[in-house]
């Protein structure tokens, strides 16, 4: 069974462009969560879908945005990239929300921004 | 809300040394408890988990015991080796009728010499 796949494994954007990274989650699951990982700073909730809505957002701008598709594959994009936004982005899948299933997480997508 | 509180790092500990990385949580009612554990350049892989007081997580030789009263879960394996060295996050996910996401703490980097 395949896992949870992140696209692209890396990804160089200029400060004030658009950044669209995509992850599709292990079949059966439909919960998809979407973390920041920057350097020093352990894991920062971003986004949270779920049966094809947005359930939760964490403390991020709106320019951190997403959606999760019918197959329950997600998508997060960031505007207006800034210097800070470089880091690494993971996506994880779950069975459920909430209750004793724990989360997968895919490779990540590493942003640089310059 | 959430949170998970774990010791900072880095710990640093010569092959075949006893480990022990603490873990406390803040949560409304009684979570699931899980570590990850992150290798350089990879996303996280689950380690092990606990559903409820008592239980104990084991994997690989390491073990995690969910303490409700002191609402801990520190990480314990008594002979690490170099392929140990990771960051190592300790997780909660909330029971069903919570906010859903999972909440991670800040990870503890491990180093092991030979």
């Known amino acids: 069974e395949a896992g949870v796949t992140q696209s692209p494994t890396h990804l160089i954007k200029t400060r004030g462009q658009q950044a669209t990274l995509r992850c599709s989650p292990i079949?059966?699951?439909?919960?998809v969560y979407w973390y920041q990982q920057a350097l020093g700073l352990g894991l920062q909730f971003l986004l949270w879908y779920d049966e094809g809505e947005e359930r939760n957002r964490g403390n991020f701008p709106p320019r951190f945005s997403g959606r999760q598709f019918p197959n329950y594959s997600s998508e997060l994009n960031v505007n207006a990239l800034e210097l800070e936004d470089s880091a690494l982005y993971l996506c994880?899948?779950?069975?459920?929300?909430?209750?004793?299933?724990?989360?997968?997480f895919g490779q990540g997508t590493r942003l640089t921004v310059v | 809300g959430n949170s998970v509180t774990q010791m900072e790092g880095p710990v640093t500990l010569s092959e075949e040394a006893f480990l022990t990385i603490n873990c406390t949580y803040t949560a409304t009612g009684y979570p699931s408890l899980f570590w990850y554990v992150q290798y350089p350049g990879e996303g996280l892989q689950l380690l092990l988990k606990a559903t409820k007081a008592d239980d104990k997580g084991s994997n690989k030789g390491f073990e995690a015991t969910y303490r409700k009263e002191t609402t801990s879960f520190h990480l314990e394996k008594g002979s690490v080796q170099v392929s140990d060295s990771a960051v190592y996050f300790c997780?909660?996910?909330?029971?069903?009728?919570?906010?859903?996401?999972?909440?991670f703490g800040r990870g503890t980097s491990l180093i092991v010499h030979p």
């Open positions: 994880a899948s779950s069975l459920r929300a909430g209750g004793y299933t724990e989360a997968f």
């Open positions: 997780a909660l996910s909330p029971p069903s009728g919570g906010s859903y996401i999972p909440t």
């Open positions: 079949s059966g699951h439909t919960s």
